[in-house]
């Protein structure tokens, strides 16, 4: 049954539900107190009356408290209300590294080594602790868009210095990535998570996994028999030293193995410079009766009940390679037949073949084709869909299921769908655009837009501010849409008078106006009167005149001034002749004053 929109210890409101596991569901969160978006991972409850799931999820918790680092995802409350056993951790936006390989298949060498350093990093922290993960594998490492690797799901982590919570240790990984021994029914190490690291590196660099089969027990006897494929002759331009990582990670004896994560992180912080590069191959020397597949067993009949069929023949004297031959084949007899009996347990009553099947996808199918599609599986569609508002569905369309898809099901199963009724106005960053064509989009979408203006160097009607925020999601069926827009009434300026100032000043004046001055020195008069009256330095013309309004910040305006005064030319009183005796002036007429006589 959906928890959505529950309220969980009265501060994390479950939004929509992003994940599910063997044990829990896991759900996208608000914390109403905090303000900020989680992951909640709540116990089924149908698991809840049982005292093992119970302790397996507390130590669940334990474990991933107890953790903090960079590439872990972060754990931020635990505890339990009304059987409701939950898990408050961080939410990591982005996909799963399975499904980046799904998207992009094979990576460059390069970005693989880098993912691998952070996860690698992880998880030498959470050994150095205690803290075996057991399940590590590319659907539990969370990839963010900046390129940030995060492990999680911590749900079968083992933590050494706890008490078993069953008596012997239950297979649980994902079979592309188990460990030999593993399989072999020996307990989880450090090493067994260095194997699954290993695989997780091959199959970054080749796009798969390096063994598929028909069956569980195909894949799990590959991982004991057989060598890992070479990553090399998928794509030889990958480094030697690159595959030596993938091929100690993953060796058969664990005493090859790398004996700590931290050794593995040592190699690929050093793998790619030039000097290890070209390392040489490395490989792993076999003894042929070396006891690789010794399992324990409680069970003493077990063996003797199981293995009648054997041709086992007694002799009072064999030859000592007789002896090591029929010793070899007892001992492997043994362990295939081990491990088809736990596998097959494992592969009936967990993953139910017979019974279950994969979740159909039905997401952003509209909703008649998702029931049409799930009935046709024989899966029950619950009558109370639930209707919500989306980021990105169409109206119609199905956001989400209960289960979710590729989970696995049964016929007769009820399915919750979450179907869109639209979706959400989410309101853009309108500042710099045209008033005009912005207010008529939102109208059209129900807003009332209210209009408000101020003087501004931007042109006129350039929006500068918006009441509401960018991402704001609002409901478009709300009767209550409106937004207030400030808006950019144009520039204005009136140009100041300059004339006779100082050019300096004058220029000064000018610039803090807003305008941008040129100054431009004039050619000296050359008229007598003109150099009396004419001034050094100050302004003698404005290109703009005064007092006029100008709409445009940083216009032009030029100055025009004198910088030198050329000298007056010298020029004589009077240009007339005079006589030598007398100096006084020679005239062929007679002034007004003087009196002719001709005596």
């Known amino acids: 049954m959906s928890l959505v929109n529950k309220t969980i210890a009265g501060r994390y409101q479950l939004k929509r539900l992003i994940g599910q596991g063997g044990m829990a569901d896991v759900y996208e969160a608000e914390d109403l107190i905090l303000g900020r978006t989680v992951a909640v991972k709540i116990m089924r409850s149908s698991l809840t009356g049982d005292p093992v799931y119970v302790t397996r999820f507390h130590r669940e918790a334990s474990a991933a408290a107890a953790l903090s680092h960079k590439n872990i995802v972060e754990i931020y409350d635990v505890g339990d209300e009304k059987d409701d056993y939950y898990i408050v951790m961080e939410y990591v936006p982005g996909q799963t590294l399975k499904e980046l390989i799904h998207k992009r298949g094979a990576l460059h060498y390069v970005e693989a080594v880098d993912i691998m350093k952070q996860v690698v990093s992880a998880t030498a922290k959470a050994h150095a602790i205690g803290i075996i993960h057991r399940d590590l594998k590319p659907q539990n490492i969370m990839v963010t868009d900046s390129g940030v690797v995060k492990i999680g799901d911590f749900g079968i982590a083992s933590i050494q210095s706890l008490s078993q919570v069953t008596q012997t240790d239950t297979i649980m990984g994902s079979l592309h990535y188990l460990a030999p021994e593993i399989a072999r029914g020996e307990k989880a190490t450090a090493q067994s998570d260095i194997y699954a690291l290993g695989i997780v590196f091959y199959e970054l660099l080749r796009g798969e996994v390096p063994f598929n089969g028909e069956s569980p027990v195909n894949i799990a006897l590959k ?152 009935e046709e599986k024989d899966l029950k ?91 704001k999601k609002i409901d478009p069926n709300s009767d209550d849409k409106s937004i207030t827009l400030t808006v950019s009434q144009g520039y ?108």
């Open 223 to 374: 991982h004991m028999r057989d060598e890992i494929p070479s990553v090399r002759a998928f794509n030889p331009s990958i480094p030697q030293s690159v595959e030596n990582i993938i091929m100690k990670a993953t060796a058969k004896n664990i005493k090859d193995r790398y004996l700590s994560a931290s050794d593995m992180l040592d190699d690929l912080n050093h793998c790619l410079e030039a000097e290890h590069m070209n390392d040489e191959k490395i490989t792993f020397d076999y003894q042929e009766d070396e006891d690789l597949a010794t399992i324990v067993a409680d069970d003493k009949d077990f063996f003797t009940q199981t293995h009648t069929h054997l041709p086992i023949e007694e002799e009072k004297e064999e030859k000592p390679s007789s002896r090591s031959h029929k010793k070899m084949v007892m001992i492997i007899g043994a362990s295939v037949v081990a491990v088809l009996v736990i596998l097959m347990a494992l592969y009936f009553f967990v993953m139910k073949p017979s019974q279950s099947f994969e979740m159909p996808d039905v997401l952003n199918l509209n909703k008649d084709e998702a029931v049409t599609l799930l």
């Open 381 to 471: 569609v619950s009558d109370n869909i639930t209707y919500e508002l989306s980021d990105d569905v169409e109206e119609g369309k199905v956001i989400s299921s209960d289960p979710v898809a590729r989970t696995q099901v049964k016929k007769g199963d009820e399915v919750s769908l979450v179907v869109s009724s639209g979706q959400y106005i989410v309101i853009e960053n309108y500042v710099g655009k045209d008033y005009d064509s912005v207010a008529s989009q939102l109208e059209d979408l129900g807003f009332d837009v209210k209009k408000e203006e101020k003087i501004d160097e931007k042109s006129k009607g350039t929006i500068l501010e918006q009441s509401l925020e960018v991402g």
């Open 492 to 599: 204005s300026a009136v140009v100041p008078n300059v004339y006779g100032q100082d050019i300096q000043k004058a220029k000064s004046i000018l610039e803090e106006a807003g305008f941008v001055v040129e100054l431009n020195v004039l050619d000296p008069p050359t008229s007598v009167e003109e150099i009396k009256t004419m001034k050094i330095n100050v302004v003698e013309k404005q290109s703009l005149d005064a007092f006029t309004t100008v709409y445009k910040k940083g216009e032009k305006i030029t100055l025009d001034y004198y910088n030198t005064k050329p000298e007056i030319p010298e020029t004589p009183a009077e240009n007339t002749p005079t006589t030598p005796e007398t100096n006084t002036p020679a005239t062929s007429q007679p002034s007004e004053n003087q009196t002719i006589t001709n005596q």
